[in-house]
């Protein structure tokens, strides 16, 4: 398993304004993601953090809405700039452990952001 | 693509009732199949895994088995509790497809009542 930290845990931010959310992972890990909860809803993919080079975004998510950093195998940030009240979500990074079919994926508490 | 379905909610139950919350799937590949809870509040906790058809996945008195001929993997518990309550998310991987995020069903809410 892994455990994994997000800060902050919750920000309630003024519309124009941007957030960088972090994420901590007690182990090295491959693979990490990034995903959006929208209130009452299910989570969507962001994007997939690859260390070393620039996110995998899925569509509808764009880079300069949704910069990601991944500088090494323990650490992401995720960022929603120039926010507007529609990004109001939980924001949760995920990591893979295990190799193929043992694989298992685990999540951050999430941050819960509200946007005024 | 993938997709997963997941029965509608809340699911309202007496405690000790018994507990089905449905979940079917399509998927290019052979999918890892999972049961994701979240609690009021907190974030998303493994609840159970299944890899290949005809496992049995289990945790908390919770089970669930993928059955690849009718493409289901429902979550069962045979007597509920109220600390039960909480948001079931069905979920999947598809390894074939090189696709190791997961697809989520919509959530079943489940509400247990003492």
């Known amino acids: 398993s892994a455990v994994i930290s997000q800060k902050p845990s919750r920000d309630i931010c003024q519309r124009g304004t941007s957030l960088t959310i972090q994420c901590q992972v007690d182990s090295q890990v491959t693979m990490m993601f990034w995903y959006r909860q929208q209130p009452g809803q299910s989570l969507t993919l962001i994007a997939t953090a690859n260390q070393g080079s620039e996110a995998t975004y899925e569509s509808g998510f764009v880079i300069d809405k949704f910069p990601i950093s991944r500088p090494n195998l323990t650490f992401s940030t995720l960022t929603v700039s120039n926010m507007s009240p529609e990004d109001s979500s939980i924001y949760l990074c995920?990591?893979?452990?295990?190799?193929?079919?043992?694989?298992?994926?685990?999540f951050g508490p999430g941050t819960r952001l509200t946007v005024l | 693509g993938n997709s997963v379905t997941q029965m509608e909610g809340p699911v309202t139950l007496s405690e000790e009732a018994f507990l089905t919350i449905n979940c079917t799937y399509t998927a290019t590949g052979y999918p890892s199949l999972f049961w994701y809870v979240q609690y009021p509040g907190e974030g998303l906790q493994l609840l159970l895994k299944a890899t290949k058809a005809d496992d049995k996945g289990s945790n908390k008195g919770f089970e669930a088995t993928y059955r690849k001929e009718t493409t289901s993997f429902h979550l069962e518990k045979g007597s509920v509790q109220v600390s039960d309550s909480a948001v079931y998310f069905c979920a999947l991987s598809d390894l074939d497809t090189g696709r190791r995020a997961l697809t989520f069903g919509s959530g079943t809410r489940l509400q247990v009542q003492p």
């Open positions: 995920s990591v893979v452990t295990g190799t193929g079919r043992t694989d298992t994926q685990y």
